[in-house]
């Protein structure tokens, strides 16, 4: 059996030695002899501290000091520590990770130290590379997801002016129904339509022409409040969804002011370009209730007002509509 004790110390894919109290080496197994070069012929007998100067450290030597006289355990993880046992001469011992079990024996009345030493070089660089690749991985999640977010954005949005689009405004216009149903409040669509749109286009070409759009959204953003939308539906079409209004009145005032911000004309390219509205005013619920009729009545209104000279504000009567 001892035999076969032996045979199986020499062959365990793990360092094994054992201490005695004046840390002399008295048993050096097969792993350790092929990680260090070092015979057991060579080892036994001698002082741990020669033969491993890791454990000249005041904290290592505490440890075996406890197992050999207080019979206390210890694991250091390789984490946490630089490898205890050196390789072979030329070989780099920070690539090594090493974890460490001390466990105290006894035989005869004396006491002894275990030292068990696990190669986790392998364990280690696996970790390393999962750890890369799941940061590679979280790196790519957040391309990707940075990539739909613009995607979505793209989607939703005018690429000229910034404003939501029609997509944008219906989804918006659904929300704002489903939102006043419950409380049985009251929004209004708006219709804005520029005057002139085309001849200003005409004469001074389309750049003039898109920056003239880029301007008109701005002002129309800049007259209503945070809680409204405004959208660009094509061309020279714009929406507005007033939201929570006190009454019809509240609509008009809007409008109004809508009017009153275009007074100013607008600066572009050493042009001075006068440009006036056209909108149509439809209400939720009293003129309707589903998006598409709240938007074409809105729309309507609009054109009475191009029809009778244009630049102003109407709101949706069904008889004059």
């Not at 301007?215 to 409040?225: F, G, M, S, V």
């Not at 209730?289 to 809105?298: G, I, N, S």
Request: hydrophobic share 35%; with cysteine; charged share 25%.
């Amino acid at each position: 059996m001892d035999n076969l004790v032996i045979q199986a110390l020499g062959k365990i894919n793990m360092g094994i030695l054992i201490i005695d109290r004046q840390l002399k080496v008295i048993l050096w197994n097969g792993w350790l002899e092929r990680f260090t070069g070092k015979s057991k012929e060579e080892v036994i007998g001698q002082n741990l501290l020669e033969v491993c100067p890791r454990f000249k450290l005041n904290m290592y030597q505490n440890i075996l000091q406890n197992a050999l006289y207080q019979g206390q355990s210890r694991f250091c993880s390789s984490a946490l520590h630089k490898a205890f046992i050196l390789p072979k001469e030329n070989e780099d011992e920070h690539f090594f990770k090493q974890n460490m079990h001390v466990e105290p024996l006894y035989e005869n009345g004396r006491s002894y130290a275990m030292i068990q030493i696990s190669d986790m070089t392998n364990t280690s660089t696996r970790v390393y590379k999962l750890k890369n690749l799941i940061k590679e991985l979280d790196v790519e999640y957040n391309k990707v997801k940075i990539s739909e977010k613009i995607s979505k954005h793209l989607s939703m949005h005018d690429s000229l002016t910034g404003l939501p689009n029609r997509r944008a405004f219906n989804e918006r216009l659904v929300w704002a129904i489903n939102h006043a149903e419950p409380s049985e409040g009251r929004f209004a669509v708006l219709f804005v339509d520029t005057d002139g749109f085309k001849q200003i286009n005409d004469t001074y070409g389309h750049e003039v022409g898109d920056q003239v759009l880029v301007e008109t959204a701005k002002r129309l953003k800049e007259n209503i409040r945070s809680t409204d939308s405004v959208a660009r539906l094509s061309g020279d079409e714009f929406s507005i969804i007033l939201n929570q209004l006190n009454d019809d009145h509240d609509a008009e005032v809007v409008c109004e002011k809508l009017g009153a911000s275009f007074v100013v004309p607008i600066e572009v390219s050493g042009y001075s370009i006068n440009l006036s509205l056209s909108i149509g005013i439809s209400i939720y619920p009293r003129h309707a209730d589903e998006p598409a009729e709240l938007l074409r009545y809105a729309d309507q209104a609009m054109y009475r007002i191009k029809k009778n000279g244009k630049s102003g504000y109407a709101m949706y009567d069904s008889e004059r509509d």
